[in-house]
């Protein structure tokens, strides 16, 4: 059964970095992508960023890219997404996922399926 659970987040002021972690487990195939999504309270969960488990495959949005990078940890089952120059529109519960996703990972939420429980960031201005 894949696991993921995701590590870090916490607070800073605008223009501060964090570091998060996602460790996934109970994978057995090539091709799984880990995502991050973000979500205030009364807004849709938006999309960050995604990676292959293995490495390499980078996908951001728009509104983090030259901020945020993933890198993959030393553990190999892990990656970290690297938060740079944070905004206080960055704020809210960070939450990882994973899917198995052979033709590049993705941006929609349906194409993961297993989540973590979530990780709080705030950046104060």
């Known amino acids: 059964q894949v696991q993921v659970v995701e590590s870090g987040g916490g607070s800073v002021q605008t223009g501060g970095s964090l570091r998060l972690s996602c460790e996934a487990s109970g994978y057995e195939y090539f091709a799984w992508c880990l995502a991050w999504f973000r979500q205030v309270p009364g807004k849709e969960r938006e999309w960050v960023a995604a990676?292959?488990?293995?490495?390499?495959?980078?996908v951001y949005d728009d509104s983090v890219k030259g901020r945020f990078t993933i890198h993959q940890a030393n553990a190999k089952n892990t990656l970290y997404l690297q938060m740079n120059n944070l905004k206080p529109e960055d704020s809210g519960t960070y939450y990882c996922?994973?899917?198995?996703?052979?033709?590049?990972?993705?941006?929609?939420?349906?194409?993961?399926?297993?989540w973590g429980h979530g990780t709080q960031v705030t950046v104060s201005p």
């Open positions: 996922a994973a899917g198995r996703q052979e033709w590049g990972c993705t941006s929609v939420a349906v194409s993961y399926y297993v």
């Open positions: 990676g292959k488990i293995e490495g390499g495959g980078t």
